[in-house]
């Protein structure tokens, strides 16, 4: 199977990305082919600070390699270095109809909901995702929940491409872990934990130090009730169940069985355990690969070019589909 997916390289990492994208591809790069993409140009559909982005495209490269991407089975890549990818969109562009961009959970939160003005490359943000996958004819996305309603899109529009010009696109199917699907913020279990929480609270950084975890872990919602049970209705306690499992490897009912009359504090101070256990590897690894910049630059440029290979060979043929004149 032919895998791909991809993270913005906004902020920094969360235990959501890690375990609802990062883990579950990773895993899947021994049997399978597997694109991993840092989506920059996605990232600057928002306002933002380029020296920031600058470093931040680096670490998510860094985070890649740290987390166990290896470029061996992998292709890692940056999405700006693979032009492929705008020129794509541009012709997704027309095949796409306002109302579908319209009903996108994502704009409609920020436009329709909060009255925001934003920009138009977030308007178009689905239809350059769309583009990302198609060129390299892919099976199977690894995404949150959050992403469904892209992959939704990005099927149509590829049907409706083959449709209206011939075969060029294969339908991709998004592959959402059951488990983590959905990891919630740790100040407030009703949404989901997010890069863009204003509360950092929220969110487990992938860079957090032992002691922010510690505080963010002993700070999160739960209910009054003492026990420790698997309940999904008591979303605090699930979701930080659902942290130590994927952190620990163990099942969610076998941690609630343990835990269930020792109380929320011991729970805590071992998820919390559990946490650092899992980053402190990663996190002394993405020192080690963010000490050698310019190692890291060329390893991007080499693998990009690796990308552009195969992304421009879709590109060709929808050019050649709708009728473009290819010199
Ligand atoms: P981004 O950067 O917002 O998130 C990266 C991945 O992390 C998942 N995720 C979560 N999973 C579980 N629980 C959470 N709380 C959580 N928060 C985020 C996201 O679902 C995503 O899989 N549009 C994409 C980037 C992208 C992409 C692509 C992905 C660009 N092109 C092509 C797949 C294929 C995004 O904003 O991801």
């Not at 943000?125 to 939704?152: C, F």
Request: glycine fraction near 4%; proline fraction near 5%.
């Amino acid at each position: 199977m032919k895998i791909f997916t991809g993270i913005k390289p906004t902020n920094k990492l969360h235990l959501g990305n890690y375990f609802g994208a990062l883990m579950p591809t990773i895993a899947l790069q021994e049997e399978h082919e597997v694109l991993m993409m840092i989506a920059d140009l996605h990232a600057i559909t928002v306002p933002q600070i380029p020296a920031e982005l600058k470093e931040t495209i680096l670490l998510t490269a860094a985070t890649y390699l740290a987390c166990g991407v290896d470029l061996q089975r992998t292709i890692m890549f940056q999405q700006s270095a693979v032009p492929a990818h705008s020129e794509l969109a541009w012709i997704l562009g027309s095949v796409a109809k306002m109302g579908e961009l319209e009903r996108m959970i994502q704009y409609k939160d920020k436009v329709t909901i909060k009255g925001e003005s934003v920009s138009v490359g977030l308007f178009n943000y689905p239809v350059l995702m769309a583009a990302d996958i198609l060129l390299y004819q892919i099976e199977a996305v690894p995404v949150g929940v959050d992403q469904k309603q892209h992959l939704e899109l990005t099927r149509a529009l590829a049907e409706r491409f083959n449709k209206d010009f011939g075969p060029a696109f294969l339908l991709p199917k998004p592959l959402i872990s059951k488990e983590a699907a959905k990891i919630m913020g740790l100040d407030d279990p009703s949404i989901k934990m997010s890069k863009s929480a204003p509360n950092p609270k929220n969110y487990l950084g992938l860079l957090d130090s032992a002691d922010e975890i510690a505080t963010k872990i002993k700070a999160a919602v739960t209910d009054s009730e003492p026990t420790i049970t698997a309940d999904p209705n008591r979303a605090g306690v699930y979701n930080l169940l659902t942290i130590f499992s994927l952190a620990s490897k163990r099942s969610i009912d076998s941690i609630a069985h343990e835990y269930q009359d020792q109380g929320t504090k011991k729970f805590k101070d071992d998820l919390t355990t559990a946490v650092i256990e899992l980053l402190t590897p990663i996190q002394a690894s993405i020192t080690q690969h963010l000490a050698n910049q310019t190692e890291l630059i060329e390893l991007l440029a080499e693998q990009s070019e690796r990308a552009r290979l195969i992304a421009n060979k879709t590109l060709v043929k929808a050019k050649e589909m709708v009728g473009l004149l290819i010199g």
